[in-house]
């Protein structure tokens, strides 16, 4: 059994069939359980809880207050045949809880790193892919799959057994409905849901009231959310028609026409 360079080693717990290598660091407080291996260039924030049989293989960050649990994998290799053994890593923020046998793989030289925010819930079995980058207050429920460079953006929702391709992007307050199949970008603010063929299902406007949206900003979403996808036109037209109306003029609907405007993947609708 080798043990890490336990920073204020009196407050911070590792049991003894535990393995943390001589070059990671563990913070106050930080809880480590039964056969958990913690690898090099590894850094544990204060009072996170390491579950027991739980891997972080390497070159990973991990915030404070989070939660690992039992069998999660953390900054294994990236599943990418260009991978050539360059340096990447895997950053997690603060007060996030990583359940059971989730899989969180580093970067590949394309970015360098996989970052996953603050305040979020990975649940069981779920698989964040190499270069993927999730924001705050992001939850990804059971056994969803990504992809490599996917971006999911703060407050989004995927449910459970979804499949997410590469460099889809899914955006703020979005809600994906389980089961489905992601093969395009999800607008900001809307629901989605469908497999083989996703359609947009409005706003998530349960999602958005849930979240403290002021109802004129829910009001002003969803006639941009009309002119976009339901006025008849293309998504362009529908941008232009929304950027020239003076009611639309707010930080939200202007977020939501730029995601639409610079979609690269195309939007799904």
Known sequence: MRRGSLLQETATSVHETAVVDSEAELAAGV??????????GVRVGAHTKIGPRAYVERNTTI???????????????????????????LEVG??????????LNRGTAASGRTVVGSDCLLMAYCHIAHDCELGNHVIVSNATNMAGHVSIADGAIVSGLVAIHQ???????????????????????????????????????????????????????????????????????????????????????????????????????
């Open 63 to 89: 915030g404070t207050n989070c939660f690992v649990a039992n069998g999660a994998v953390l900054g294994s290799d990236p599943q990418d045949l260009k991978f050539k053994g360059e340096e990447t890593f």
């Open 167 to 269: 460099f889809v992007r899914i955006g703020a307050y979005a809600f994906v409905g389980g089961g489905s199949r992601v093969p395009q970008d999800v607008p900001p603010y809307c629901s989605v849901v469908g497999n083989p063929s996703p359609k947009l299902y409005g706003l998530n406007s349960v999602g958005l009231k849930r979240k403290g949206f002021p109802p004129d900003v829910r009001r002003r979403l969803k006639k941009a959310y009309r002119l976009l996808f339901q006025s008849g036109g293309s998504p362009a037209q529908g941008i232009a028609a929304a950027e020239a109306d003076p009611d639309l003029a707010c930080p939200e609907v202007r977020y939501f026409l730029d995601f639409v405007r610079n979609s690269e993947r195309g939007i799904t609708s």
């Open 94 to 103: 603060d007060r996030t809880v990583i359940r059971e046998f989730a899989t």
């Open 31 to 40: 809880e480590v359980g039964p056969f958990a291996v913690i690898g090099p």
